[in-house]
């Protein structure tokens, strides 16, 4: 009998652990929803990565620099302004380089992650312009799931 008690005892207990564990982690989502682009050289006819010597990189006519001489970086991001339809950044690969520019068209839209966990707001790229060697947009939806977006050639 003291057998049955102490097993009924163990699994009431471990059913009220388990009933208090709150399992919905909806809100452990990022709410960063940036723009990812990746660089790349041509070798050939092969697209290889590549990587900036030093990066400069900001948005046209804004004294605040989203990376200032960054070396070797091959990947990175940046926002889109939701109150636009479109963002216009500058990029310097080296210090070396000239200032080339890379225009960002997109529409924004909010979407409901939940009541507690709030709002984000996501793009759709619709076209993307520079004066870099080449620039294509690998998936246009611009998400809080750092998925890459657009392929820059230098």
Do not use: R
Request: aromatic share 10%; glycine share 4%.
């Amino acid at each position: 009998m003291k057998s049955n008690l102490k097993i009924a005892t163990t699994f009431f207990l471990a059913a009220l652990l388990t009933a208090c564990h709150d399992q919905y982690d909806i809100c452990d989502q990022s709410t960063s929803v940036n723009c990812f682009a990746s660089f790349y050289q041509k070798n050939g006819t092969a697209d290889v990565a590549a990587s900036a010597p030093a990066l400069s990189f900001g948005l046209l006519g804004s004294s605040t620099l989203i990376y200032n001489q960054v070396g070797g970086i091959s990947n990175f991001s940046f926002p889109l302004n939701p109150a636009t339809d479109s963002a216009k950044y500058f990029i310097k690969i080296s210090n070396t380089a000239t200032s080339d520019t890379i225009t960002v068209f997109y529409t924004s839209q909010n979407i409901l992650l939940s009541n507690e966990c709030g709002n984000i707001t996501t793009h759709t790229i619709s076209n993307a312009k520079n004066t870099l060697d080449s620039i294509k947009i690998i998936t246009n939806t611009v998400t809080n799931l750092g998925t890459q977006n657009l392929k820059i050639w230098f």
